[in-house]
């Protein structure tokens, strides 16, 4: 019998969705653990995917942060995702920018922007901006 070492991937990737919600809602492990009833200590657990998340708590994580269940489930692909393949190169890069102290901080400062033509522009000044990177061969 084979002993697998360090979390479950699934559960890393609901940890991590976790951790990224609470962190758009600028709530602490603290706050988090007060409301579902559990120490901060069992929240960090949950957020790296050391102690699995139950269905019960799940649910209740997902009222405290105000997103649907299947929330903590997106990008998750199976069956690549759960053996830790990814479908392409960008998305482990992706995913890590995203759950970052800058990708959070420009996920929840794009998503207060209500004029889409407003968002479009601001997609299209960072493409510029990544592009511009690309050619001086800085990338």
Do not use: C, W
Request: hydrophobic share 35%; no cysteine; proline share 4%.
């Amino acid at each position: 019998m084979t002993k697998t070492k360090g979390p479950n991937p699934v559960d890393k990737h609901v940890g991590s969705r976790v951790r990224l919600r609470r962190k758009i809602m600028n709530m602490s492990q603290e706050s988090l653990g007060e409301a579902l009833g559990v120490t901060f200590q069992q929240v960090q657990k949950y957020e790296r995917g050391v102690n699995r998340i139950g269905a019960s708590r799940l649910y209740a994580v997902s009222h405290v942060l105000e997103v649907p269940v299947g929330f903590f489930f997106e990008g998750l692909e199976a069956p690549d995702a759960v053996t830790g393949m990814a479908e392409g190169e960008q998305q482990p890069l992706m995913y890590d920018f995203i759950q970052s102290t800058d990708g959070v901080a420009l996920a929840s400062a794009f998503s207060k922007i209500q004029d889409p033509k407003v968002r479009r522009r601001v997609i299209e000044l960072i493409r510029a901006l990544s592009d511009e990177d690309d050619e001086s061969g800085d990338a």
